[in-house]
């Protein structure tokens, strides 16, 4: 992948995942807030179950920022597009598919099954 095309792809999802977690942190704090107004009590838990996803959203999003800085770091560092593991080429065709992948496919699959 050419190194321009992934740094603006890199930089513009980091832009973007930067907001939604912005937006998703505002939102929780709304749904926070309204929890413990007095009024309608329909379901307690309700709010718990809103705040467990609203944070679990925001971990995901933290996860995958994660991912992107290091990513934009390898760019940097001169390693973009080689597996953190072997240091084989990852083919041009997973990075257009997710331009922070860190390992081949294959060695990702082995990742995820050895989780």
């Known amino acids: 992948m050419d190194i321009q ?3 603006q792809r890199l930089s513009d999802e980091h832009v973007a995942l930067h907001d939604l977690l912005l937006s998703s942190a505002e939102h929780g704090l709304d749904d926070r ?3 413990n107004e ?4 329909s379901d307690s838990e309700e709010g718990l179950t809103t705040q467990s996803e609203d944070d679990a959203v925001a971990s995901g999003l933290r996860v995958r920022l994660a991912q992107l800085h290091r990513a934009l770091d390898r760019l940097d560092d001169g390693t973009y597009g080689r597996s953190l593991r072997s240091g084989q080429a990852i083919p041009d065709e997973r990075l257009d598919a997710d331009p922070a992948a860190e390992f081949t496919a294959q060695e990702a699959a082995e990742h995820i099954a050895g989780a």
């Open 33 to 35: 807030e309204g929890a």
């Open 38 to 41: 007095h009024g309608d009590m």
């Open 5 to 7: 095309i992934a740094k």
